[in-house]
T-cell receptor
Framework: EAQVTQNPRYLITVTGKKLTVTCSQN?????MSWYRQDPGLGLRQIYY???????DKGDVPEGYKVSRKEKRNFPLILESPSPNQTSLYFC?????????????FGPGTRLTVT | DQQVKQNSPSLSVQEGRISILNCDYT??????FLWYKKYPAEGPTFLIS?????DKNEDGRFTVFLNKSAKHLSLHIVPSQPGDSAVYFC?????????FGQGTRLTINP
């Protein structure tokens, strides 16, 4: 089954404790991206990657890191989480056909930072 | 600066009637527009898209209209069904970035 998986689905952590949210896709997609969803703000793009070892900032990259060492995986790293990073996070992927069109989304990771 | 805006947080429609969801944008460099549907506890799923060189795209019960001069797009669902109850996001693409609106919660009443 074609899918994007994220782990963990739920995470409660404390300020400053490094964490990683994993994302994996089995569709051989070149393009992968991370978003956060906040009430009243919709989804905002954090980082995206057009292929292995190629990443770039989205609209809200501060406080986040990513890496793309393999085509299927695109982990999101919070080196020192803060309460304002409490949010619902989505990973997405698509074929790279000239733009981030028709992205497939994972089920989301709800992160709470206390 | 919100480049893509959905000004109606919620919309309630009778089953069988037409649902119209609206979206406005400010960046004339957007070259593709998309609508996504989201159920609770799930990720958004792609619904329909339209290129900036077109003014209408239809897929079954779903039609998207684009008015470039007004920088406005709309999604029409007809007839509306109970399974259409969800949050709908419009999104616009420029370069490699996708910008989403705030979402509109659509409720279809029996």
């Amino acid at each position: 089954e074609a899918q994007v998986t994220q782990n963990p689905r739920y995470l409660i952590t404390v300020t400053g404790k490094k964490l990683t949210v994993t994302c994996s896709q089995n569709m051989n997609h070149e393009y992968m991206s991370w978003y956060r969803q906040d009430p009243g703000l919709g989804l905002r793009q954090i980082y995206y990657s057009m292929n292995v070892e190629v990443t770039d900032k989205g609209d809200v990259p501060e406080g986040y890191k990513v890496s793309r060492k393999e085509k299927r995986n695109f982990p999101l790293i919070l080196e020192s989480p803060s309460p304002n990073q409490t949010s619902l996070y989505f990973c997405a992927s698509s074929f790279y056909g000239g733009g981030p069109y028709e992205q497939y989304f994972g089920p989301g990771t709800r992160l709470t930072v206390t | 600066d919100q480049q893509v805006k959905q000004n109606s947080p919620s919309l309630s429609v009778q089953e069988g009637r037409i649902s119209i969801l609206n979206c406005d944008y400010t960046n004339s460099m957007f070259d593709y527009f998309l609508w996504y549907k989201k159920y609770p506890a799930e990720g958004p799923t792609f619904l329909i898209s339209i290129s900036s060189i077109k003014d209408k795209n239809e897929d079954g019960r779903f039609t998207v209209f684009l008015n470039k001069s007004a920088k406005h797009l709309s999604l029409h669902i007809v007839p509306s069904q109970p399974g259409d109850s969800a949050v709908y996001f419009c999104a616009a693409s420029a370069a490699q970035k996708l910008v989403f609106g705030q979402g509109t919660r659509l409720t279809i009443n029996p």
